[in-house]
């Protein structure tokens, strides 16, 4: 197993976000982490990223626990956290060169890696060598999703990717992150773009009031492609929403 996740539980204030929450996920998945807005999506990412501390549980990566071998297993893990810190100061090609350096890449080997990222996903090369400060909030997803990948991480963690990003660039990460899996790594992600979750999930979870309702494979989630992952998602949150009969005074 990769990633693999005991009793997870944190608070804010007497907010129970997380409860005791389990997960493994297996290398080789690309496991997609769904839910309602602010149920604790992220809350969860950042645990794993030891960007927020948990009340309690345990979290092992690669049989590896997080805070016995913080150094190994951060140089094996990848992520674009929600909100995206880069160095406004930097151009783009700096801060990926910046991150290359953090992650000792060889130079040589940083150059080329850097120069086919910016081939595949840049249509807008130029603009890498301008301030960060300038970027859009999509420009700066691309320059995020580059930085974790350069050094091939074998845990890709992604909290919404997609949103921001243009459908053309938008597809582009869907190959891209259907390339990067393979059997020694696995590949998390957060997003409510269903439509291209649809495009990548081996796995769903549904995070909801602190515990995942559903962690399966996507094949069930959707009873072999019967429902689209949308439809499938709606009916486990709100199965007795009737949308009409709630709007009854607007449609009439
Ligand atoms: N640092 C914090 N201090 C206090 N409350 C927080 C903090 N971070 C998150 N929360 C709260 O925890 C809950 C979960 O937030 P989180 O951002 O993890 O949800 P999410 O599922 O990622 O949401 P969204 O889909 O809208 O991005 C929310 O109620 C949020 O307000």
């Not at 927020?52 to 549980?57: E, F, L, M, W």
């Not at 997080?66 to 151009?91: M, S, W």
């Not at 009031?209 to 069930?220: C, H, I, K, P, R």
């Amino acid at each position: 197993m990769s990633i693999e996740i005991t009793g997870l539980s944190k608070k804010f204030g007497k907010k129970e976000v997380l409860q005791e929450l389990d997960l493994t996920i297996e290398s080789g998945q690309i496991y997609c982490l769904l839910g309602k807005n602010g149920v604790g999506k992220s809350t969860f990412l950042n645990c794993i990223l030891d960007l927020v501390q948990p009340d309690s549980g345990s979290i092992s990566l690669f049989g590896k626990d997080y805070h016995r071998h913080q150094l190994e297993v951060k140089q094996n893990l990848g992520a674009l956290c929600e909100d995206n810190p880069l160095i406004e100061e930097f151009t783009g090609i700096e801060y990926l060169n910046f991150v290359a350096k953090l992650y000792k890449l060889p130079a040589l080997e940083a150059e080329e890696r850097i120069q086919s990222l910016v081939n595949y996903f840049f249509t807008d090369k130029e603009s890498l060598h301008k301030n960060v400060a300038g970027y859009s909030t999509g420009m700066k997803k691309k320059v995020g999703i580059a930085a974790a990948m350069l050094h091939k991480p074998q845990v890709l963690i992604l909290d919404e990717p997609f949103t921001g990003l243009d459908p053309i660039a938008a597809q582009l990460l869907v190959q891209l992150i259907r390339s990067y899996r393979n059997a020694n790594r696995v590949i998390l992600i957060s997003s409510h773009d269903l439509n291209y979750v649809e495009k990548i999930a081996t796995h769903i979870g549904v995070l909801n009031d602190g515990q995942l309702m559903y962690n399966g494979s996507v094949q069930e989630f959707t009873m072999n492609g019967s429902n689209l992952i949308d439809q499938a998602l709606f009916q486990l949150l709100l199965p007795h929403h009737n949308t009409e009969a709630t709007l009854d005074w607007m449609l009439t």
